[in-house]
């Protein structure tokens, strides 16, 4: 295995990666909504646009830096709910993170319509009264019917330029290192995080492409291998289905207080 990779799986071990278990543990904060519409949200710093609707059902949410993490946060799935059992119910809602809040008055901002499902059934606009409500969150898995995707950014040129974009990342994972090569090929090209979601390269291969990506969810960290993803005549705008699921979630014990206080 080559140095760098060695390197870089020592820094994902148990020991470095326990830092990432803080967002499993149950948090109580205060939450707020964004009163336009959930494209503005969709629109935010991940750059999911509007995939962020289609994968979400409008559920959106920009969160605080520390859940943010530059970037690695893009996608993460928690379930928040309000406080007030007489507004509110035990569920909740369930929210992915689209975008960051740089306010710190709330850890999160959600849209109008994550923020309503908060609220039993007929109490919507009375939740949106509030503005500001009392609320608990954790962390879960994201759970999608649909293989993880690769969407083409629409800036991509073949063999000058190459941004994508992870879409259905399931599980409580965060991508960590993306790499690209001609399939059949073993000279990889790394990939960076341009901005949230996206990440880029000027080093594209020719024809057909393959990925390998390195995830990490809890204490468990590993490499996805997604074999001739994109075909030699790859379309910038265009979503390549990887044939992979992730759902890697975290593992157990992860933190001192992962404790079933979710009820």
Known sequence: MPLFLCFFFFLLSPTSASSDCGDHCVVQTKATYFSTAASALSGGAC???????????????????????????????????????????????????????????????????????????????????????????????????????????????????????????????EILVVEVAQVGSSRWSSMSRSRGAVWETSSVPTGPLQFRIAVIGGYDARWYFLENVMPSDWTAGVTYDSGVKINDIQADGCSSCDDATWK
């Open 47 to 173: 750059g999911y646009g509007s995939s962020a609707i289609t994968i979400t059902s409008g559920h959106l949410a920009a969160a605080v830096p520390s859940l943010y993490k530059d970037g690695a946060g893009c996608g993460a799935c928690f379930q928040i709910r309000c406080k007030n059992t007489t507004l509110c119910t035990k569920k909740g809602s369930r929210i992915i993170v689209t975008d960051i809040n740089l306010k710190n008055q709330t850890d999160f901002v959600l849209s109008s319509r994550a923020f309503k499902a908060m609220a039993h059934k007929g109490l919507g606009h009375e939740i949106l009264k509030q503005a500001i409500v009392n609320v608990e969150y954790k962390r879960v898995p994201c759970v999608y019917n649909n293989n993880f995707g690769i969407f083409v950014e629409e800036s991509s040129k073949k063999a000058e330029y190459l941004a994508v974009k992870f879409l259905y990342q399931g599980g409580q994972t």
